[in-house]
């Protein structure tokens, strides 16, 4: 049987960083737990554009149509602001979550018992937080038509459009309920009903998936309030659902609760393959951070963690996903902080290559 196939996409900025690091535990899990991957590497965003005037090249799309997984780092960097939107590095990203078909964006926002203790925050709102998001990928805002500027009465009109079928709210709500069931059986579904067309059609169809989850507590909020209450009592949620723009939006809120942008990884996953796994992506929620890279100052955990989630949704391999996030949240409990975490007088600072170092060490031990 031929090894797991894995397309490793760095990107840009620090996504380049970050995923030298993903490589070193990729290469600890083959020699210390004889998991051997076949691992091919490609140009995705900036990278790719700079090479092929794309932001990502037709190969390199079939390419992740066929292994088990892709792991990207980042898009985006300043270098490439003035381009038209169809050659932004965005667009690789996004052409990679539409035709892949990865509805259903898992983005858990979980506080490590170490990181608990903010000076901003009180540490009982978030100690213990464990929060699963789930982000509708492939259609909205983002992808809606018409969009783009053009000239009305001697004025530049900037259109989006908000647009989702009931389908795509349909199958997203049962990823968010089997998520619910599998967890604490407490949905809260988040949209703007009060303002939005596309709010209302959210809410029956929401409201409709739920009679197949009767399990399932579920609650509707306004997507504002929604970000007024993760920040004012998060523990209060358990699984939420919500669009694509307000599920961008809603996680980085939620990332700040578990103390970096840098904790938070995330899997957007797809129909179930021929394998009956999932078509899938993993990839840190932070961006390419361009006033970091090359510092050595990146947290690698968000996308060391996002290889933990390929290990649970695409490789069955449970067992070592909780390996690695357990070895995570030793070092992180034994005060090795990168730069972006809270430390105090008895933290090891430590750099990108530090960090897993320590991660390494303690999946030693
Ligand atoms: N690793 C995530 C990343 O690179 N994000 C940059 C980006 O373009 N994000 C668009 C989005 O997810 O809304």
Redesign the pocket.
Known sequence: MSNPSLLILP??GI?QEVMAEVRRVIDWFGAKRDMQFDVSEDLV?GAAYDKHGVPLHDDTMAKAQEVDAVL?????GPAYDDLDFSVK??RG??RLRKEMDLFANLRPAQCFDALSDFSSLKKELVAGLDIMIVRE?TSGV?FGEPRGIHMEDNMRVGINTQRYTEAEIERGARAAFEMAMKRDKKLCSMEKANVMESGILWRDVVTEVHADYPEVELSHMYADNGAMQLVRAPKQFDVIYTD??FG?ILSDCAAMLTGSLGMLP?ASLGAPMENGRPKAMY??????APDIMGQGKANPIACILSFAMALRYSFDEGADATRLEAAIEKVLADGVRTGDLLSDENSTAVSTSGMTDAILEALDA
């Not at 990207?72 to 985006?76: F, I, K, P």
């Not at 990839?283 to 390419?288: F, N």
């Open positions: 990107g840009d996504g965003g990207l780092g980042a898009v985006g590095p965005e990203l996004l990928l983002y694509n723009l961008d995330s990839e840190p929620v932070h961006g390419s």
